[in-house]
């Protein structure tokens, strides 16, 4: 019963951690949001503590990240899905992410490249 309580800690404190990396969130950053201490939320995220995460903070975690708190508590799903696509998910969406971001630094330069040339042929 006791293992089953850990395991089912540690995905929720997985989502926890998946969530708050998705939202570009340090743990010190959604430490402070919700006004814990980060070794604490540390804690939440790698199920270190013997104790249960209260339903009132779940549902600060959960709004402060912006997501339903049943999607962080949603353990039969995680059980039922492997937890190695959950995470190659994951890291796919982190890399799209990355990939979409650096497309826009590259647009902006180009923007502000254009901006100078416009700027400078403005005063003729």
Same mark, same amino acid.
């Given at each position: 019963?006791?293992?089953?309580? @850990? #395991?089912?800690?540690?995905? $929720?404190?997985?989502? !926890?951690?998946?969530?708050?990396?998705?939202? %570009?969130?340090? @743990? #010190?950053?959604? #430490?402070?949001?919700?006004?814990?201490?980060?070794?604490?939320?540390?804690? $939440?995220? %790698?199920?270190?503590?013997?104790?249960? $995460?209260?339903?009132?903070?779940?549902?600060? $975690?959960?709004?402060?990240?912006?997501?339903?708190?049943?999607?962080?508590?949603?353990?039969?799903? !995680?059980?039922?899905?492997?937890?190695?696509?959950?995470?190659?998910?994951?890291?796919?969406?982190? /890399?799209?992410?990355?990939?979409?971001?650096?497309?826009?630094?590259?647009?902006? /330069?180009?923007?502000?490249?254009?901006?100078?040339?416009?700027?400078?042929?403005?005063?003729?």
């Amino acid at each position: 019963m006791k293992e089953d309580f @850990q #395991a089912e800690m540690r995905c $929720i404190g997985m989502r !926890i951690a998946g969530f708050r990396k998705l939202r %570009n969130m340090t @743990q #010190a950053e959604l #430490a402070d949001k919700l006004n814990i201490n980060k070794n604490y939320l540390s804690q $939440i995220e %790698n199920a270190s503590t013997n104790k249960s $995460i209260s339903l009132p903070m779940l549902i600060r $975690i959960s709004r402060v990240l912006d997501v339903e708190l049943a999607l962080l508590t949603d353990i039969d799903g !995680i059980y039922k899905s492997d937890l190695k696509n959950f995470w190659s998910d994951m890291k796919d969406t982190f /890399e799209e992410i990355k990939k979409l971001n650096d497309d826009m630094d590259k647009m902006l /330069e180009q923007f502000e490249k254009a901006d100078k040339i416009f700027s400078s042929k403005g005063g003729d």
